[in-house]
């Protein structure tokens, strides 16, 4: 999307990317509540600027915002913050009904387990790493979006799947 026509209206623009706000809130605020709460302010932020809109990236946009606005919330609830909660079992992948019991089992442990190590990992690293593999966004897109440098980005990136793929090796070792 080059540019967005001067009447197009918000909900065309921004809300075929409210999933993926969400799903940056939820990551951000590790819990579902938080998060409704960050993308409804986001969404009222949103709204409000939305006459500036210049129509060059809809999603990032959006995304920024929600991404400020958590951070602001954060800030504000510092050390009022809950503790990671697992994900939702909506929020879990569907198992494939040819699984036996067992095997749907184990697949749900260990996107369980996944889950419970991004939640875990820095705020930083746990941002850019749902913003790279979860929402599927170039390293140019999620600069813009934190306000770093590229190399930045990566830089964290590599941090964040190191320490995952750790955790998660850390948890297998375990009895």
Do not use: C
Not at 35 to 47: G, K, M
Not at 87 to 95: E, G, S
Not at 122 to 143: D, F, G, H, N
Request: hydrophobic share 45%; no cysteine.
């Amino acid at each position: 999307m080059a540019g967005r026509a001067v009447h197009e209206p918000f909900e065309a623009v921004v809300l075929p990317h409210l999933d993926a706000a969400f799903n940056l809130a939820r990551w951000l605020m590790r819990g579902r509540g938080d998060a409704e709460d960050v993308v409804q302010e986001a969404l009222v932020r949103a709204l409000t600027y939305f006459p500036s809109f210049r129509g060059t990236n809809p999603r990032g946009w959006l995304l920024q915002i929600v991404r400020h606005t958590a951070y602001a919330s954060m800030k504000l609830n510092r050390g009022a913050m809950a503790p990671a909660e697992m994900p939702d079992a909506d929020d879990a992948a569907l198992t494939d009904p040819a699984d036996d019991p067992e095997a749907a089992l184990m697949k749900r442990q260990n996107q369980a387990r996944v889950a419970h190590s991004i939640s875990a990992l820095e705020v930083e690293l746990r941002e850019t790493l749902v913003l790279r593999e979860l929402e599927e966004m170039s390293y140019k897109e999620i600069a813009q979006i934190t306000g770093v440098p590229i190399g930045t980005v990566m830089s964290r990136l590599w941090r964040a799947r190191r320490a995952l793929a750790a955790a998660i090796k850390m948890e297998g070792a375990a009895p």
